[in-house]
């Protein structure tokens, strides 16, 4: 089995496997594919139209951008709140946050019908438009997140650099906790220009909050479940206890979803609609049971403890969070648009092209700086200013 380990530098390794060149294989695929969507348009990649304007790029934009709130979820608990039990999880929860928004932005260059005008949004101060907030909140997020690793770079490799990282650490943390509140409820806030177009079950000025709320449990599961995958495939110690924490702490966020979901929709009137047996009903249905109420029955009872019970949870978590952009997107549009869409293999080729490059630079990372918390470390490094 292929397994070859290149010294880049005293300081950096870059490790070759079978599956780390089928990845890069994918990758190239990926960028080719991007490069002839530049070159010949959308109409003639993508399956997008006028009735379906918005497709699976999008989806995976908000897909990516709420797991990716992980990032600003974590730092909220232990820079915000001080709270020391989840400051182990500060780095990699910055890490992975830094990888989706890539790859958020980059998605979000392909979905541009006029990419070679992207300037104009930052010239246009758009500033009552949602999508302008969105993608405002994603430019500005990547650069605070940029300045952030460098102070995780500068540990391993440039001492000063951490050093002078650290000094603006409080100010790049605090904002980072801020811009993913203004680009999730921007997320919401665009559908709210569409009555009449998106089903009633999820038309409702509730949206904003919905996207804030489903993005916070949702980020907290991601992490759980990433810290159970990759601590299993580099054989590191798990604190279970931590992540039994984490998990409590989005159930409670779920458990704030659901009452304020069921509050919406007795206000609204529109409960015949969920149990009426249509497929939007029965979509939903399955957002909330599977996504939500397990979940929530695992993560705030003593099985949130067992192993195997939060890598359940935490998939259940993001599966319900997934499916509610899924239903936002494609079921509530469905019947206005009266026409059925699936994206082109280009879409789709595009899209795990990114991904295989996105996980590649995820191993180089982890690989390569003290991601994972400093094993010298004997506490936890708490910014306090």
């Known amino acids: 089995m292929l397994d070859y380990n290149m010294r880049w530098n005293k300081k950096t390794t870059i490790r070759f496997t079978f599956g780390r060149l089928c990845l890069l294989g994918l990758a190239v695929i990926g960028f080719v594919l991007m490069i002839y969507r530049l070159i010949n348009g959308l109409g003639a990649t993508t399956h997008l139209s006028d009735s379906w ?26 820079y915000v709140f001080h709270i020391p039990q ?33 300037y ?19 430019v500005l997020g990547l650069i605070v997140q940029v300045f952030q690793l460098l102070e995780v770079w500068g540990d391993r490799y440039k001492p000063w650099v951490k050093l002078m990282a650290r000094f603006f650490l409080p100010f790049f943390v605090l904002l980072a906790c801020v811009l993913p509140f203004g680009q999730q409820a921007a997320y919401g806030a665009l559908y709210l220009a569409m009555p009449g177009k998106l089903h009633v079950i999820w038309y409702s000025a509730f949206l904003p909050w919905a996207f804030l709320i489903t993005s916070f449990y949702g980020g907290l599961c991601f992490i759980a479940l990433e810290y159970h995958l990759s601590n299993r495939y580099f ?44 497929a939007a009903g029965n979509l939903f249905l399955l957002e909330i049971v599977a996504g939500v109420v397990i979940p929530l029955a695992l993560t705030l009872t003593p099985l949130g403890e067992k192993p195997k019970c939060q890598v359940i949870a935490a998939v259940c978590g993001i599966f319900g969070m997934v499916l509610n952009r899924i239903n936002c997107v494609f079921t509530a549009m469905v019947d206005h648009a009266g026409t059925f869409y699936f994206p082109s293999g280009s879409e789709i080729g595009i899209v795990l092209g990114m991904i295989a490059f996105v996980l590649v630079l995820y191993l180089f990372f982890v690989e390569n700086l003290p991601v994972f918390r400093n094993k010298e470390d004997k506490k936890p490094e708490i910014v306090i200013r």
């Open 53 to 78: 304007p918005w497709g699976f790029w999008l989806c995976c934009n908000m897909i990516l951008s709420a797991v990716g709130s992980c990032g600003f979820a974590v730092a909220l608990l232990a």
């Open 86 to 118: 989840y400051q182990p999880l500060a780095r990699r929860s910055l890490l992975l946050s830094f990888l989706c928004y890539l790859l958020v932005f980059l998605i979000f260059f392909m979905d541009l019908g006029r990419w070679d005008q992207f």
């Open 120 to 138: 104009w949004i930052f010239v246009s101060a758009a500033w009552t438009s949602p999508l302008y907030e969105a993608v405002i909140c994603l």
């Open 235 to 278: 054989r590191e110690k798990s604190d279970h206890d931590m992540i039994g924490g984490v998990l409590r702490i989005a159930g409670a966020a779920m458990a704030v979803y659901l009452v304020l979901k069921g509050i919406d929709l007795s206000l609204r009137g529109v409960w015949g609609e969920v149990f009426v047996g249509s």
